[in-house]
């Protein structure tokens, strides 16, 4: 039996010809993949939890509007509509601490997994980019997306996926260096 395509899969939910199952399927083929960019992304596990749901229920509503013809895998089309949906949350987000603050209430912070020293210095020299820079460093080098389809999911061209990812190694580079021995972090070449 032969697995279904993400198209197969989109064109079953639009059709309404087993919605359910087809939905399924598609979340548990990408929804790890869509969560990790949101957390890259949002630098923030609740902000990329709501944005992946949000995904998804876009995902199932907008079912009839991906385009088999740009790529038979989802996974490109589905971070377009996360990277929109983490960039309202985190706006969102920022009023609702705006309000907070101004009635003399501190948010809460979330507490980090416990990780290694050189798993910490890493993201934190991440958390240090600018949100352009992260993108397309988790993209390239942690999803293995090439520089074309890095494009497709950012909407931008090639030239600045390649430049946005230069910045983005050299800044990490600098950032590490100034903290850590030669060789103790490194940062793939891909």
Known sequence: MTTPSDATLLNAIAAEK???S???RL????ADPVFRYGLVVSQCAAIAEDATQDTFVQMFERASEYDAARSESALGWLYGLLRNNVR?????????AQH???QGVAPSTEHL????DDVMELQSAISLLNIEQREVLFLISLEGLDYAAASNVLG????TVRSRLSRARHELRATIAKDEPVNKVEVSHG
């Open 156 to 159: 931008i061209p090639i030239g």
């Open 27 to 30: 979340y548990a083929r990408h």
């Open 88 to 96: 309202k949350l985190i706006r969102e987000r920022a009023v609702e």
């Open 113 to 116: 997994c416990q990780l290694s």
């Open 22 to 24: 087809a939905f399924s």
């Open 100 to 102: 907070i603050e101004a």
């Open 18 to 20: 087993s919605p359910g």
